[in-house]
């Protein structure tokens, strides 16, 4: 099992940034993916970036350029930092783990965190 605890949502203005956290614990296996998803109110939750414990990523075509997913292997923490947001960026953010590399769509096994809500005001 494990868990995930997001922070750093929030409310910007257009053009802004932000950054994310999201810290794992309990069993970490040592290869695995973590990605940020958003879901916006009537959307389809879709894959922001995603980042496997050797460095490779994902991105969304409408993310790229302006967010950057990192990873802290030694906290099993990972961060997507978010510039030159846009109002459709708004969306409640989550965090997602699962064992594996290269996972990048939703699985069963994965973990979820709770969410965090940002906002972004044109």
């Known amino acids: 099992q494990v868990q995930l605890v997001e922070s750093g949502g929030g409310l910007v203005q257009a053009g802004g940034s932000l950054r994310l956290s999201c810290a794992a614990s309990?069993?970490?296996?040592?290869?695995?993916?973590m990605a940020w998803y958003r879901q916006a109110p009537g959307k389809q939750r879709e894959l922001v970036g995603g980042i496997t414990t050797d460095g490779n990523t994902k991105y969304a075509d409408s993310v790229k350029g302006r967010f950057t997913i990192s990873r802290d292997n030694a906290k099993n923490t990972v961060y997507l930092q978010m510039n030159s947001l846009k109002p459709e960026d708004t969306a409640v953010y989550y965090c997602?783990?699962?064992?594996?590399?290269?996972?990048?769509?939703?699985?069963?096994?994965?973990?979820w965190g709770q969410g965090t809500q940002v906002t972004v005001s044109s």
């Open positions: 997602y783990y699962v064992t594996g590399l290269y996972a990048w769509s939703e699985s069963r096994s994965g973990s």
């Open positions: 309990g069993s970490i296996f040592r290869f695995n993916t």
